[in-house]
C-alpha cells in the first residue's frame, strides 16, 4: 500500500522559511515524477513544483518561482520543498503527490496522495 506522509509546516513570519519533506513507501518508486500542491481555505488545491524521477528537470508555479526549490532523495524516497521569502499568500495546506511519468500541474493526473500539511504565514 502506498503511502506518502508529509512534515516540516507550521507558523512562520512572513519572509521566513519552512522545508517541507513528503516521504513515500509501500511500492518501488522508480519512473515516478512527484509533485507538490497547495490548497487555501476555500479555493482549489493548485500545482506548486514538481520534479521528475531523476531529479534532472523541475517545474514551478509563477508565484513560487526564485522563492522555492524541490528536490528529491531516491535512496530515501523522499522529496522536499524549500520555502523560502515566505508571504502570507503562501498561507496553505501542502500536499505532496506522486505519477508514473512526467510531473504535471493537473490534480487529478497523480495516483497518490498525501495527507496535508499546514503553512501558516503571519503578516
Known amino acids: 500500500q502506498v503511502q506518502l506522509v508529509e512534515s516540516g509546516g507550521g507558523l512562520v513570519q512572513a519572509g521566513g522559511s519552512l522545508r517541507l519533506s513528503c516521504a513515500a513507501s509501500g511500492r518501488t518508486f522508480s519512473g515516478y515524477a512527484m509533485g507538490w500542491f497547495r490548497q487555501a481555505p476555500g479555493k482549489e488545491r493548485t500545482f506548486v513544483a514538481g520534479i521528475t524521477w531523476s531529479g534532472g528537470v523541475t517545474y514551478y508555479a509563477d508565484s513560487v518561482k526564485g522563492r522555492f526549490t524541490i528536490s528529491r532523495d531516491n535512496t530515501k524516497n523522499t522529496v522536499y520543498l524549500q520555502m523560502n521569502s515566505l508571504k502570507p499568500e503562501d498561507t496553505a495546506v501542502y500536499y505532496c503527490?506522486?505519477?508514473?511519468?512526467?510531473?504535471?500541474?493537473?490534480?487529478?493526473?497523480?495516483?497518490?496522495w498525501g495527507q496535508g500539511t499546514q503553512v501558516t504565514v503571519s503578516s
Open positions: 503527490a506522486i505519477r508514473r511519468g512526467m510531473p504535471i500541474v493537473v490534480v487529478a493526473g497523480y495516483d497518490y
